[in-house]
């Protein structure tokens, strides 16, 4: 079967969502069966602690269908909902990359 993915984007403003995001959605990416394969984190300075910035991830799932049935998650939803990341996040899915178009 094809893979599916997530390519996601987020501006996260604060530390606190920051670490939030990685302890809250992380685990729960990986509990439905998502694995992170690249990730892309530029920060809005050179501080040593996170002063807001942005995230970038792959996530690769076991299909298409298993990628779209995590984003439209009651979790997902109710996480970038209540953080008010609903805005700074752009996410497309995917079908597997090796398809030749």
Known sequence: MAKGYWVKQA???????????????VPWLLSVGGRIIAKDISQNSDLNEWDGGQLGVIVEFESKDAAKKAFHSDVF?????????????????????????
């Open 77 to 101: 939803q109710e996480f970038i909902e209540i953080n008010g990341l609903k805005s700074d996040l752009t996410l497309s899915i995917f079908g597997d990359f090796n398809n030749k178009i």
């Open 11 to 25: 501006s996260i403003a604060s530390t606190d969502l920051f670490i939030e995001y990685i302890q809250t959605v």
